[in-house]
């Protein structure tokens, strides 16, 4: 009930690929679901985040689609560049002040 | 700049020896977190703050204790470490309030037990 299912684990796209990362969720109780851009050796960084009542959101090239019917939501980065090359994490909370994170994606955008 | 600071940036210890991580903020946020982060796995929650309102996470070990002595600092405590208590560990806050108030990272400690 708790947890937040992502796919792919991985993903290599070329420059300007459209990479697409999915995220699902069982808790209806989730109201708030960000993602998390992380470089290597560095802490998580929040990149765009989505509340349920809207079905699209959109931060320059990042653009985060949501079915609410589905429990699912879904990260598009638009134009990809090398230096989005990353792992992206999916998260949920419920207003607790906590969040549970998807089990991650590494992406790679080749040059 | 920096809003979430954590000292050290790596720490080693050997098997059994206590370690304590420090996490401080310039944010003033009320709410402050511990993550504990294996390789190529999602933060897991070990514990987080309201104010002084401490809040353990069901499957956190007994091993690991926190102190928040004020707004600005929190420690983590690792009284006796294993091997598998090696990780990256991440401080974080945020401000309360607003569920979309966002949630700042620090850039990690890692730490690696001999």
């Known amino acids: 009930q708790q947890q937040v299912k992502q796919s792919p684990q991985s993903l290599i796209v070329q420059k300007g690929g459209i990479p697409i990362i999915n995220c699902a969720y069982e808790?209806?109780?989730?109201?708030?679901f960000p993602w998390y851009q992380q470089f290597p050796g560095k802490g998580p960084a929040l990149l765009i985040a989505i509340r349920p009542d809207v079905s699209e959101k959109k931060e320059g090239r990042f653009t985060i689609s949501f079915n609410k019917s589905a429990k699912q939501f879904s990260l598009h980065i638009m134009d990809s560049q090398p230096g989005d090359s990353a792992t992206y994490f999916c998260a949920a909370s419920s207003g607790t002040y906590k969040y549970i994170f998807g089990t991650g994606t590494r992406l790679k955008v080749l040059a | 700049d920096a809003m979430v600071i954590q000292n050290p940036r790596y720490q080693v210890t050997q098997f059994g020896k206590p370690v304590t991580l420090s996490c401080s903020q310039t944010?003033?946020?009320?709410?402050m977190y511990w993550y504990q982060q294996k390789s190529s796995q999602a933060p897991k929650l070990l514990f987080h703050?309201?104010?002084?309102?401490?809040?353990n996470e069901a499957d956190t070990p007994d091993n690991f204790q926190s102190r928040r002595p004020n707004t600005s600092f929190c420690f983590l405590d690792i009284r006796s470490p294993g091997l598998g208590d090696a990780a990256m560990y991440l401080c974080?806050?945020?401000?309360?309030?607003?569920?979309?108030?966002?949630?700042?990272f620090g850039p990690g400690t890692r730490l690696t037990v001999l």
């Open positions: 974080a806050t945020r401000e309360a309030g607003g569920i979309d108030n966002e949630q700042f």
């Open positions: 703050y309201y104010d002084k309102d401490f809040n």
């Open positions: 808790n209806t109780a989730f109201d708030y």
């Open positions: 944010l003033n946020h009320n709410v």
